[in-house]
């Protein structure tokens, strides 16, 4: 896939992509621990998602995304937490950028978006 090059961020068009099933995320916190946890997106470009999240999450942290594709099938990708917004009361808006751009039809029916 293409690498991020620092020009790409704000020209993808986001797509909405709100998922509440099956995405997982997994974050290598900084000392060499990790977490997983469940995720509802709400937006998905060729760079990156968004995702609601219950608790922060550090910027620069590499993660990895798990998340089906049209077809069922999984897909596993890599990325780095570029920012983490407190919402309200626990509810963080979570932003990830990918290592390597992704299709996004597969994962959702392009002609409707």
Same mark, same amino acid.
């Given at each position: 896939g293409?690498? *991020?090059?620092g020009?790409?961020?704000?020209?993808?068009? &986001? $797509? &909405?992509?709100? &998922?509440?099933?099956?995405?997982?995320?997994?974050?290598?916190?900084?000392?060499?621990?990790?977490?997983?946890?469940?995720?509802?997106?709400?937006?998905?470009?060729?760079?990156?998602?968004?995702?609601?999240?219950?608790? *922060?999450?550090?910027? /620069?942290?590499?993660?990895?995304?798990v998340?089906?594709? $049209?077809?069922?099938k999984?897909l596993?990708? /890599?990325?780095?937490?570029?920012?983490?917004?407190?919402? /309200?009361?626990?509810?963080?808006?979570?932003?990830v950028?990918?290592?390597? &751009?992704?299709?996004?039809?597969?994962f959702?029916?392009?002609?409707?978006?």
């Amino acid at each position: 896939g293409e690498p *991020f090059d620092g020009k790409n961020r704000r020209r993808d068009k &986001r $797509q &909405r992509y709100r &998922r509440t099933l099956r995405i997982m995320v997994r974050v290598e916190h900084p000392g060499g621990s990790s977490s997983t946890f469940l995720v509802r997106s709400r937006d998905l470009s060729e760079y990156g998602m968004g995702f609601l999240h219950g608790g *922060f999450v550090y910027p /620069q942290t590499n993660c990895t995304v798990v998340m089906p594709r $049209q077809d069922g099938k999984l897909l596993s990708l /890599q990325g780095t937490i570029v920012r983490c917004r407190l919402l /309200q009361g626990r509810l963080h808006e979570v932003g990830v950028h990918f290592k390597e &751009r992704v299709n996004l039809a597969d994962f959702m029916d392009m002609s409707a978006a």
